[in-house]
Every structure is written in structure tokens, then in C-alpha cells.
């Protein structure tokens, strides 16, 4: 069992607007930062939102995150068939005084 | 452009050692915290270990702690995670991240990881 929970799968249509949530507690996602990695297969992770809502550069801005209170949400809009891919949210919990991932989350375009 | 490459991986059998490697190059490697992050077969992510840039900090995942050690060489601009005791759950693909602030989970690069495998 992940300390951060993610739905297991997530699907839409090319062009819809697809959204992921991460659930967690106080003390992670709570009183931390989220972070979101995009894993497509047979690669490494990537960085795809770091600070709760912060694109690096080079991620488009279809891609936004979102945090209140012990939940966060990425949302994609203009779905892609390139967005087919696991995703990831991440954060630091200060009561374990270790690093957490969510479970994941696999994403289909239809 | 940032670098990172592991190695030292493969296949071992329970109870034995490893050492992994993570090279860097393209950042100031002294100045910035970096992480182990594995993931088994067909599984997530799972955090296994911090250590801050001078190397006086670290954290470890409760499913490591007492048998696998992390330290860099910040003269060579090398991450090492020391693995003793493996255990077949141990199995994995292991990726050595930067994090620019410690203790955050946001690693902006990886490496493209290194797979080791606990079998007798």
C-alpha cells in the first residue's frame, strides 16, 4: 500500500481533458511540496510538475497540477496518444521522515 | 547538459553485494542533494535513499535501512549506493536522481537506470 494513493488507471479521448488525483495527509502532501513524473514505457521518469504547480521547461502547458489541503490533482487537457504513460506524484513526509510515491497511475488514450 | 549514468548492476544471488554507480557531469555535482529511486518489475516507484550535497545528511526507506549505505565522492562527481544482504524483493531497476533541494522529491533529471536482480 502506497502512502499516497492514486486511481490505478485513468482513460480518455484525443482532445479531452483527463484528470489524476493524489491523496494523501497531513504530513506529506499536507505540509510538502507535490511533485509529478510522466514514465512512458521502457524509459526512465521525467519531471512534469515539480513545487505543486510548476512546469519546467519544455513540458507543455497542457500539462497543470493542483494541491489543497492533503489531495493533489494533474490535469491534462488536449489529451494525445504521446500522453499515453504511467504518472507519478510524489512528496516528502515529515512523520516518516521519508521520501513517498503514489502508486501510480496508467493513463490510456482511447 | 546534465548527466547521469549508472552502473554495477546485475544479477547476484541472496545475501550477496552490489555496488551501484551514478557518474555525473554537466551540473556542480558538490551543490546539489541526490536519490536512489527503484522500481521492481511491473511495479511503481519507490523511494530507497537521500543524501544531501556534502554528503552529512542521509535517509534511507525503512525496506533498506541497516543493509544498504549511500555516499558520494564529490570529488569524482559519483553517487554510490552500497547494497548488502540483498533479498529477492531487492529486484529492480535502479535510477539515481538530482534533487535540487533536499528532502522535496523533485529530482529534475535522471539517469536511465541500472538493473539488478536477486536470484539464486
Known amino acids: 500500500q502506497s502512502v499516497l494513493t492514486q486511481p490505478p488507471s485513468a482513460s480518455g479521448t484525443p482532445g479531452q481533458r483527463v484528470t489524476i488525483s493524489c491523496s494523501g495527509s497531513?504530513?506529506?502532501?499536507?505540509?510538502?511540496?507535490v511533485n509529478w513524473y510522466q514514465q512512458l514505457p521502457g524509459t526512465a521518469p521525467k519531471l512534469l510538475i515539480y513545487s505543486n504547480n510548476q512546469r519546467p521547461s519544455g513540458v507543455p502547458d497542457r500539462f497543470s497540477g493542483s494541491k489543497s489541503g492533503t489531495s493533489a490533482s494533474l490535469a491534462i487537457s488536449g489529451l494525445q496518444s504521446e500522453d499515453e504513460a504511467d504518472y507519478y506524484c510524489a512528496a516528502w513526509d515529515d512523520s516518516l521522515n521519508k521520501g513517498v510515491f503514489g502508486g501510480g497511475t496508467k493513463l490510456t488514450v482511447l | 547538459e546534465v548527466q547521469l549514468v549508472e552502473s554495477g548492476g546485475g544479477v547476484v544471488q541472496p545475501g550477496g553485494s552490489l555496488r551501484l554507480s551514478c557518474a555525473a557531469s554537466g551540473f556542480t555535482f558538490s551543490s546539489y542533494a541526490m536519490t536512489w529511486v527503484r522500481q521492481a518489475p511491473g511495479k511503481g516507484l519507490e523511494w530507497v535513499s537521500s543524501?544531501?550535497?556534502?554528503?552529512?545528511?542521509?535517509y534511507y526507506a525503512d525496506s533498506v535501512k541497516g543493509r544498504f549505505t549511500i555516499s558520494r565522492d564529490n570529488s569524482k562527481n559519483t553517487l554510490y549506493l552500497q547494497m548488502n544482504s540483498l533479498r529477492a524483493e531487492d529486484t529492480a531497476v535502479y535510477y539515481c536522481?538530482?534533487?535540487?533541494?533536499?528532502?522535496?522529491?523533485?529530482?529534475?533529471?535522471w539517469g536511465q537506470g541500472t538493473l539488478v536482480t536477486v536470484s539464486s
Open positions: 536522481a538530482k534533487e535540487p533541494a533536499m528532502a522535496t522529491l523533485h529530482f529534475d533529471y
Open positions: 497531513s504530513s506529506n502532501i499536507g505540509s510538502n511540496t
Open positions: 543524501i544531501s550535497g556534502s554528503g552529512g545528511s542521509t
